[in-house]
């Protein structure tokens, strides 16, 4: 089953200049790309080259850009300024999209220009777009069509036109008997808060509960997590509690998946005995993507992944499985070096969920092995503060009760 999201796109992401976080600049550059192969095909200069290129950039950008689909607001404010305001269309949207064609025929000179069935609007371009569709309607007399797009209207106008938004839309594939979660038209008031951010305590505790449900229901299950459904600092966070050993059980491996559809490697989780701080162990404090944030610099000794290297137009899977190969043999460099001494990497997080989830599957694996190794999340809290998110493993209990 699928479904097309409308997704709000942020402004600043529409032009070349400034440059924004390192963790959006996919989405930036993809829209720079798509702007200039539609300048080159108004010209009609290798119109089928150009048509092939924006089927394809086009295409990847709607990937990148489903990736921040946030359909509730919860997930809005758990992403901070990282996820895009976005809505569901219903079956009679998708019907009267399968109806253009039959419009251009009738009069296409109406509709020329006005971004009728195109998956990607730039902000100037909404107004004109949104008005297109209600006049659709009307001109194919699909009353049924009226009231989907009335919310879709709604949306446009106030969501999307007041910020200064332009509108991506992405095809998202759900598991056959699953539905969206959506209650968003409009959304909440947030702060843009930079990159990488920790979701205020209030939104944290209600996602958080819902997030642990889902890991309980996939171990009893077998079903698969999609991580594009929470921020980072979430899966963290939560995923941390299951790291423990039952007694008298067996590990398990839970399924994870994206919200493009891709599925990655398994999750180990119930893998790992708790141990206590060592005082001698080696502290590397270390971000996760370079992000070319002059914020970092003072607290870090080096950038664990290369944002230009981790290809984020493939499917999600693939990105994660490449930061999977790249930490497991970076770590395995450390654990040589290391002189026989435990290792503490603090993670200072930059967003981007396969990186974090393919570090801390490679971090897992290799404290499986032997307890070399320990893993504390560093999360952005403003310019001055980060929060340290649970040990990975747990640390051991005291005889006080205290780590």
């Known amino acids: 089953m699928s479904q097309i999201l409308t997704c709000a796109v942020p402004g600043p992401l529409w032009t070349a200049r400034p440059r924004v976080t390192d963790d959006l600049d996919v989405i930036q550059d993809l829209i720079q790309d798509l702007q200039a192969i539609e300048r080159r095909a108004a010209k009609t200069i290798g119109a089928d080259q150009e048509r092939a290129r924006h089927e394809d950039c086009c295409d990847a950008l709607e990937r990148a850009v489903l990736v921040r689909a946030a359909t509730t607001s919860a997930q809005i404010h758990a992403g901070g300024g990282q996820r895009f305001a976005a809505m569901a269309n219903g079956r009679d949207y998708v019907e009267l999209l399968a109806r253009l064609p039959e419009a251009r025929r009738l009069d296409g000179r109406r509709w020329a220009g006005r971004r009728l069935g195109a998956t990607v609007v730039p902000p100037g371009e909404v107004a004109a777009h949104a008005d297109a569709y209600a006049e659709l309607v009307h001109a194919l007399g699909r009353k049924s069509a009226i009231a989907a797009l009335e919310q879709r209207t709604r949306f446009l106008r106030e969501v999307?036109?007041?910020?200064?938004?332009?509108?991506?839309e992405s095809h998202l594939f759900l598991p056959h008997g699953h539905a969206l979660d959506e209650d968003l038209v409009r959304p909440p008031e947030h702060e843009n808060r930079g990159f990488g951010e920790a979701p205020s305590p209030r939104v944290r505790g209600s996602v958080e509960d819902t997030f642990r449900e889902r890991v309980r229901h996939a171990i009893a299950t077998g079903a698969s997590l999609n991580m594009n459904?929470?921020?980072?600092?979430?899966?963290?966070?939560?995923?941390?509690?299951?790291l423990e050993k039952a007694p008298g059980s067996s590990p398990v491996w839970v399924r994870v998946a994206y919200?493009?559809?891709?599925?990655?490697?398994?999750?180990?989780?119930?893998?790992?005995?708790?141990?206590?701080?060592?005082?001698?162990?080696?502290?590397?404090?270390?971000a996760l993507m370079s992000m070319r944030h002059l914020l970092l610099d003072p607290h870090v000794v080096q950038n664990w992944l290369r944002n230009r290297e981790v290809d984020q137009s493939k499917d999600l899977a693939a990105s994660d499985a490449y930061c999977h190969r790249?930490?497991?043999e970076k770590l395995d460099a450390i654990h040589r070096a290391r002189d026989g001494r435990r290792v503490v990497i603090k993670m200072y997080h930059t967003g981007f969920e396969p990186a974090v989830v393919g570090f801390y599957r490679a971090a897992v694996e290799a404290m499986v092995t032997e307890p070399w190794l320990r893993v504390v999340p560093q999360y952005f809290v403003d310019e001055q503060t980060f929060e340290e998110g649970p040990s990975w493993p747990p640390l051991a209990r005291t005889l006080s009760g205290e780590d």
Do not use: M, Y
């Open 160 to 168: 999307v036109l007041p910020a200064g938004h332009g509108v991506v």
């Open 229 to 242: 459904q929470q921020n980072h600092v979430i899966i963290t966070r939560v995923l941390a509690e299951f």
């Open 259 to 286: 919200g493009d559809g891709s599925e990655a490697a398994p999750f180990p989780l119930q893998c790992l005995s708790t141990r206590p701080a060592d005082a001698d162990e080696v502290v590397l404090p270390i």
């Open 326 to 328: 790249v930490s497991r």
